[in-house]
């Protein structure tokens, strides 16, 4: 039952409204439908899709995956039906939710962006674009274009002036994070999410070969968290942009700390694989915490970590 | 498409399962008796429950084990300890809670026109068949005939022969090491006994075990054109089609192991 129905857990992130903070990561959750035998989807704050390219991709050769201490290792390689089958086939499923719809795009350069955005932002049941410029697993776009401020900033530009839809950027880690933030944000982003996979490799040492098919892939789960907090706090101290935070959110409490960090909301992603109803235990956690400490407005927490001064 | 409640919180609250029982059957194997919702009745052999190790994040993901019967007391699965999972697993007690999502995948088809069912098993690949063959003699009510071939690395790591049983099944166990049955590989095992057949037709074959004992097997399915379902393995993720993690390779693309699989027809599998 909801002890606290006073607890305000609304967000903005930029344009986008959302009823709590609580989205899923893109690629970890499907096209929501696969997990909706497991978890009322109306709950969450927010639902971002799987990747979807202009044409079919059909991804990376297996194993695609390797769990390593506290973290997953993958390299699934953006494996999608494409634009036309994603229109067709999952997004009358997603319509129908009165969460808020995100849907993750990726291309090979520019032009595949912008057909996509145009494409996407002619239908219903939309609410937002993630522009992913981070994936590590494809060797043309991702992460190539997400660390070159000219290029992330001509992109944004483009999108900018091409829909009226709001767009954020999914940044990678480890580029010069600031500067690409700035140049999304004067492109005209209207936030950020941050972060995606961290290039990462494993190694069998018995048979002396690569755990994975694609040889490297992105790291996620918990170990990624700290770099992930890091990361979101210096974006958000140094450049006006709304964030999405994620890496690693497995309770509420981790949570917070994106929150206390600067992110106006949260994805969690490989949280979903340990446990799918992970997100609505932690919206309502959320809830009970705040409640229990007299925070009415969720929102008032964004951004107010304490350094002492 | 309206989602309807009560089918999303009952299958939610599902998820926690009691432990029946817990015994060790020889060596580092062991089975798994859990108390299951009914539902899990409609279970098919070859399906397979995703189960949470441990009691928080580490191990991270889930582990999935195929399920190799379904009682009136519950869900019966058959490990083997390899590491840190299947540990856990083994230092279950009874009355103690488990977190499972399931019955995941899709399982065996059990041919309508064969005559002959041939199962095979490698190892712990033993488990899915145990309630494969059950399937078999309740849905053909006797009127065919099974044949079931194990391969073991050795006679002390033999388990769960004595699954096996009825009038018109019989079995077969082979021995990599010499050491009981059959000397040499199961599938080898298999093709020797093929040969003294006259007509090799109505016979259907459903294998689990390593990728080169499937690999073997779906070679003298081809040779001798015999119809094959194989069980295929991968590192599971969400276990629930959503992360495309899991695949395999097939003739006309990659296939989800936890979705399309894991059982395939070894038509749809590119071997090579
Ligand atoms: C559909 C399916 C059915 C299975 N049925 C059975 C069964 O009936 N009985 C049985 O003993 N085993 C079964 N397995 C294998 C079983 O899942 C692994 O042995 C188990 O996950 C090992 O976990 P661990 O933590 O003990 O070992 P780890 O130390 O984590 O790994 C040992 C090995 O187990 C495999 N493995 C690890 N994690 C996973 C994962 N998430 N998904 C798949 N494989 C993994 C890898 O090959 C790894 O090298 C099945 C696997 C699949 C895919
Ligand atoms: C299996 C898997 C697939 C992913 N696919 C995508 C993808 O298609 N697009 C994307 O932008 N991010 C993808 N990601 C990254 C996640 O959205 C997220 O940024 C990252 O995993 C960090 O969050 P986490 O630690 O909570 O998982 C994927 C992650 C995983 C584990
Ligand atoms: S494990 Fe996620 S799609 Fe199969």
Redesign the interface.
């Known amino acids: 039952m909801d002890k606290f129905p006073d607890v305000d857990l609304t967000t903005s992130v930029g344009r986008v409204k959302l009823k709590n903070p609580i989205l899923v990561a893109a ?4 096209y929501g439908e ?9 709950i969450l704050g927010g639902i971002i899709t ?1 990747t979807i390219t202009l044409n079919p991709r ?2 990376n ?7 390593t ?4 290792l ?1 390299s ?1 390689g953006l ?1 999608n039906p494409g634009v036309d089958a994603f229109i067709s086939q999952k997004l ?2 997603l319509k ?1 939710l009165t969460t808020a719809v995100i849907v993750s795009i990726a291309g090979e350069k520019e032009e595949e962006y912008l057909r996509l955005a145009e494409r996407l932002s002619k239908e219903e049941g939309i609410r937002a674009l993630e522009v992913n410029v981070s994936c590590p697993n494809v060797k043309l776009g991702g992460v190539a274009l997400g660390k070159d401020s000219g290029t992330v900033f001509s992109l944004a530009r483009r999108l900018k002036e091409a829909i009226d839809m709001p767009f954020i950027l999914k940044l990678p880690p480890f580029v010069d994070i600031v500067e690409v933030a700035q140049a999304a944000r004067e492109g005209g982003a209207e936030a950020l999410s941050l972060i995606n996979t961290v290039p990462a490799m494993a190694i069998d040492v018995e048979r002396r070969r690569p755990k994975l098919g694609n040889i490297t892939g992105g790291l996620s ?2 170990c990624i968290k700290p770099v992930a907090v890091k990361i979101v706090w210096e974006v958000t101290r140094k450049v006006d942009i709304p964030v999405i935070g994620m890496g690693g959110i ?1 309770d509420f409490e981790d949570v917070l700390e994106f929150t206390l960090a600067g992110a106006s909301a949260v994805a969690v992603g ?8 992970v997100s609505v235990r932690i919206i309502k956690d959320l809830k009970n915490y705040l409640g229990a400490k007299n925070i009415t407005k969720f929102s008032e927490l964004v951004g107010r970590i304490s350094l002492g001064e | 498409m309206v989602q309807r409640k009560e089918e999303v919180f009952s299958s939610a609250q599902k998820l926690r399962v009691e432990v029946v029982s817990n015994t060790h059957l020889k060596a580092n194997f062991y089975r798994l008796t859990i108390k299951t919702p009914a539902y899990f009745s409609k279970a098919q052999p070859g399906q397979f429950i995703h189960i949470k190790v441990g009691d928080d994040f580490s191990p991270l993901l889930r582990r999935p084990f195929s399920i190799s019967n379904v009682t009136s007391f519950g869900v019966d699965i058959v490990y083997r300890i390899v590491g840190k999972g299947t540990r856990f697993l083994s230092e279950l007690r009874e009355g103690e809670y488990l977190d499972v999502l399931g019955p995941l995948g899709r399982g065996f088809s059990i041919s309508r026109e064969a005559k002959i069912h041939i199962l095979v098993g490698g190892g712990v690949g033993v488990a899915p068949l145990i309630f494969l063959a059950r399937k078999i003699k309740e849905e053909t009510e006797g009127k065919v005939s099974i044949l079931v071939f194990l391969g073991f690395k050795r006679k002390e790591e033999i388990i769960c022969q004595n699954q096996f049983t009825g009038v018109n099944l019989s079995l077969h166990i082979a021995c990599e090491d010499g050491s009981y049955g059959y000397r040499g590989l199961v599938s080898q095992a298999v093709e020797d006994y093929l040969i003294n057949f006259t007509s090799l037709s109505g016979i259907s074959i459903y294998a689990c075990g390593p990728v080169e004992m499937l690999r073997a097997v779906a070679r003298l399915s081809f040779n001798y054109a015999i119809s094959s379902q194989v069980l295929m393995e991968e590192i599971i993720g969400c276990g629930l089609g959503a992360c495309r993690g899991c695949v395999v390779r097939g003739v006309a693309g990659y296939l989800r192991v936890c979705k399309e699989g894991p059982v395939f027809n070894i038509r749809d599998i590119a071997w090579s």
């Open positions: 690629g970890t959750f499907g696969e997990y909706s035998r497991y978890i009322d989807l109306n799987k059909e991804g050769p297996p194993p695609r995956l390797a769990e201490p506290c973290g997953l993958n699934i494996e009358p499923f129908e789960g918990p497995m490989t949280a979903n694989f340990t446990d799918p109803g």
